[in-house]
């Protein structure tokens, strides 16, 4: 079955610097890979996604994530953070039908300090 | 252009209880499908409606039962309400060949 792990529940960095993400996924063949960023109390909002072709994302806000099939990893990172980037970050995975029934990680909670 | 809508976004219900949830989808797109988080966990699927008939559907009792109306709207039904079922309902929508699914900010929902 597919599943994801998110091994950080809780990662604290300092404004300005770099942050990396980590999502591990089970999947048998090439996989449909998501992150998602959720404010407190709010939905889930889309900053990238993946499905074949260059292993370098780019999405919004600045963030990017790498593909590496050899480590079943689509770790997410970003070169600067700002203090509006605290939030819920959730790596997904697509299966099913049309790759469209997303199978979460736990998370990882972003704090950011000053 | 709206994004995936829902209603109510809180509501309290008392255990063994009815409750709808309702979702309209981004514009342009057919497919909807519900996902359920409970408090500090990651979604988790409940099912998917596309063409008016549950398409995919998770890992979840048949007290959850859902609905899509000719305009692509839905909506999420849950008979005799557990405590357990308090969670963040997610309503998300997408075209069903497409590959970007969109989130709705969801229906918060609280059994007493």
């Not at chain 1, 610097?17 to 889309?46: D, I």
């Not at chain 1, 605290?86 to 909670?109: D, H, I, N, P, S």
């Not at chain 2, 998300?92 to 989130?103: E, V």
Request: aromatic share 14%; proline share 4%.
């Amino acid at each position: 079955a597919q599943s994801v792990t998110q091994p950080d529940i809780h990662i604290t960095v300092s404004e300005g610097a770099s942050l990396e993400l980590r999502c591990n996924y089970s999947y048998g063949a090439t996989p449909y890979l998501f992150w998602y960023v959720q404010s407190p109390g709010q939905g889930l909002q889309l900053l990238l996604k993946y499905f074949s072709g260059d292993t370098l994302v780019q999405g919004i806000k600045g963030f990017e994530a790498e593909f590496k099939r050899s480590q079943s990893s689509f770790n997410l990172r970003k070169p600067s953070v700002h203090w509006s980037d605290a939030a819920e970050y959730f790596c997904a995975v697509g299966a099913g039908t049309g790759f469209q029934k997303l199978v979460f990680g736990t998370g990882t909670r972003l704090l950011v300090s000053p | 252009d709206a994004g995936v809508t829902q209603s109510p976004t809180h509501l309290i219900k008392t255990r063994g209880q009815q409750v709808t949830l309702r979702c309209s989808p981004k514009s342009g797109h057919d497919t909807v499908s519900w996902y359920q988080q409970a408090l500090g966990q990651g979604p988790q699927f409940i099912f998917q409606y596309y063409e008016e008939e549950e398409r995919q559907r998770g890992n979840f009792p048949d007290r959850f039962s859902g609905h899509q109306f000719p305009n692509y709207s839905s909506e999420l039904n849950v008979n005799a309400l557990l405590l357990g079922d308090s969670a963040l309902y997610l309503c998300a929508s997408s075209l069903a060949g497409g590959n970007t699914i969109y989130f709705g900010e969801g229906s918060w929902l609280t059994v007493v």
